[in-house]
């Protein structure tokens, strides 16, 4: 058969297409959008530690102009991923302000290497392994006078060939490599982490549910957007990540490695697919999880049909591990609401749902009877057919403003919000319910107010009770309780 032929191509294609169903149970997570494999996309940026972003911009530019070299000789720059990755390099060193620090490019000799399998995402395909070689002979010819030992040179490369991540060790305790120590430490974590099984969750809630300040709580980011959401047919897709590199990436018919705040809340009219998939790392108790969150259109039945259709398909083709439903608390027992747990109900299967009672700072803890709603709110889900319903109340926004306060200043106003969190929540006592409905879960108080308000606002527990049921956890939580 032709290297170069249809056929082979063909079945070339459903070999990958098949490595990237990741089975998982008795089902399998798809990871294909448009040709790029959303696995790439856990991965962090390593260049942020390549101390070519403190060079002068000469050296900068030489560096990115090899790189460019040698991954137009394996013919990848055509590709849509490795494409992405050339510009976000050249973004990313760019955007530093070099002081000169005095090298030349022979410095950057392994550190380029290691660089071009970073782009290729550390998966060398049958093809690119057939490709290395031209590239290994174009980068002796660029580092001709650069002393290059190629005895490190093939160890580099039959390392990623193999996909060996044990002998990244052995790499990084070669003294001629020593310059190179961190970054092989940083591509060993984002190999480890994109060779984890992920972990798929889908989320569905009627309109004003606040589904999107959910999402953004679970990852602690500002990455979803309440209005973009109730006027899109789009699913959103939400990658954890290796590690934090500080930089969110983004395919909505572009793929952007560097998204700003404007194309993650800006929806691209060129994008005629229907998912959007954002890469961020997660913060809190889901961080080190290589977990997909699925954000559904928001249900609305007497509204756009459109979003409805596209969520029960979603729902119906059950590729997820775990489906989390939110509902408001100000707004609980509605029509539509009734409706959309009647069709979950009817074609959820053996699958979990994890109920989550959103917005329950809304509560007047003085005047209302917390334990009372939750449980009436329970009682309606068994009225429903859900055996054993578990229902989880949560503060999105106070979990979301804690988590902030970790990693930035927060406004004058965010603030005095987290702090009156901090007080009614305090009185609430979430923890009391958490500690009695779910016995086997379990989370330890922290030292700060500020991030006690991650327990006391629920996420903590969701968090954890989310890990233990798209891990193994039986379904209906009887592993939990």
Sequence with gaps: MKKNGKKYRRLQKEKELRKNLVAIGNFNICQEVDGINIGALAISHII????????????????????????????????????????AYENIIFGVRGNAE???????????????FHILGYEVKNEDAEKLESVKERYLIEFEDSAVDKKIVNDIVKTFVRGEIRKLKQLADNSLLSHEKEYIFLIKKNMAFRKKAPSSVMVTATMSAGKSTFINALAGKYICLSQNMACTSKIHC??????????????????????GKEELLNDNELNKSDKI???TKFIGGLSKERIIVNDSPGVNFSGDQEHKIITEKLIKRKNYNLLIYIMNATQL??????????????????????????????????????????????????KKGFKAPMVCPVSSRAAYLAKQFLISKLSRTEERELYNFV??????????????????????????????????????????IVKVLTTGGKINGTGLC
């Design 48 to 87: 942020i530690k390549n101390p070519i972003m403190y060079e002068c911009e000469e050296l900068k530019r030489d560096y990115i102009n090899k790189l460019n070299i040698l991954i137009k000789t394996g013919g990848w720059n055509r590709r849509k991923y490795e494409s992405a990755e050339l510009k």
């Design 102 to 116: 005095g090298h030349d490019i022979s410095y950057y000799k392994y550190f380029l290497l290691f660089d071009i």
């Design 238 to 259: 939400i990658v954890n990540k290796a590690f934090e590199d500080n930089f969110a990436y983004e395919y909505d018919h572009d793929l952007i490695l560097t998204a």
């Design 277 to 279: 998939v954002v890469g």
């Design 333 to 382: 027992g509605t029509n539509d609401e009734d409706s959309h747990l009647d069709y979950v109900k009817n074609t959820i299967g053996r699958k979990p749902v994890l109920f989550i009672i959103n917005k329950i700072d809304t509560f007047n803890v003085e005047e209302e009877d917390i334990g009372a709603a939750i449980g009436r709110q329970t009682e309606l889900l068994k």
């Design 423 to 464: 007080d009614k929540f305090d009185q609430m006592n979430l923890p009391e319910y958490y500690t009695s409905a779910f016995k086997k879960i379990s989370v330890a108080d922290c030292g700060s107010e500020e991030e006690q308000l991650l327990k006391t606002s629920g996420i903590a527990y969701v968090e954890k």
